[in-house]
């Protein structure tokens, strides 16, 4: 049985944890302070994330999806403190916008998960927030400052967040290498292109997606940038318009 996650070291106390045996290939990123850590994303819930982050570290632990999708807040189940978007409050209290049927059919799409799960079990995380976000707030981990970011689009309370000190930009599902989701009901194509434009006038020196290859060029972010302006020219910024492919990226809309 292959060993489900796979830790990183990003610097001296930044750790990505991930799951590249998923087709989500999700990340989650472990952010060491001096008196917290924070857990950015907690994956799918297949695996306990928090046996991995115990291996890393005693500190208190903050966990924080950027939104409330079962790939991020799966883990969630072991954190007895936990923050979402105002807007995403709902969603993961009570009423979470997709069945457990369909969230299992994402989940085994491609992978073989039976040594790992009995898939008929999995059910969406449920649960009560020690605290609600917005745009602007600060979390502080003593010496470490991650500013909140609302990133609306992909999904209503989608964030991102952003370390000033290192350049550090943690950006969800927002940007990644790969195809991005903008055709839910949920999702928001016009938010979306104000979200990237927010985060295009950052001083970022990397971006850490949520999902496939952290060997990432913040070029992206202007690319996104561009591709999606193209697109709102023609037009074509809404639900219905089908999928649209770039070099490094697509986006289904
Ligand atoms: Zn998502
Ligand atoms: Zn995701």
């Not at 949920?186 to 949520?210: C, G, H, W």
């Not at 070029?219 to 639900?239: F, P, W, Y």
């Amino acid at each position: 049985m292959e060993k489900w996650f796979v830790t990183k070291q990003i610097n001296k106390n930044t750790f990505v944890i991930s799951e590249p045996y998923h087709w989500e290939e999700t990340n989650c990123y472990l952010l060491l302070g001096s008196k917290k850590a924070l857990l950015i994303d907690t994956g799918l819930g297949i695996c306990n994330i928090c046996d991995e982050v115990r291996k890393i570290t005693k500190l208190p632990v903050v966990a924080v999806p950027t939104h409330v999708h079962w790939d991020h807040i799966g883990g969630l189940w072991d954190f007895s403190e936990f923050y979402v978007h105002e807007l995403e409050k709902d969603w993961i209290e009570e009423n979470f916008p997709l069945s457990n049927e369909f969230v299992r059919k994402m989940l085994v799409k491609g992978n073989n998960l039976i040594e790992y799960i009995n898939v008929d079990d999995y059910a969406v995380f449920q649960g009560n927030p020690k605290k609600i976000l917005i745009d602007g707030d600060i979390i502080d981990l003593g010496n470490r400052k991650i500013k909140v970011l609302h990133t609306p689009g992909h999904s209503p309370g989608h964030m991102c967040f952003f370390e000033e000190a290192t350049g550090y930009l943690f950006s969800g599902d927002l940007i990644y290498k790969g195809t991005l989701f903008a055709n839910y009901e949920s999702t928001d194509p016009e938010k979306y292109l104000e979200s990237v434009q927010k985060i295009s006038n950052l001083p970022v020196k990397r971006v850490f997606p949520a999902h496939h290859s952290i060997d990432i060029l913040t070029d992206i972010i202007s690319d996104v940038d561009k591709g999606l302006t193209d697109i709102k020219k023609q037009g074509k910024l809404c639900h219905g318009s089908g999928l649209f492919e770039f070099n490094q990226w697509s986006i289904i809309l």
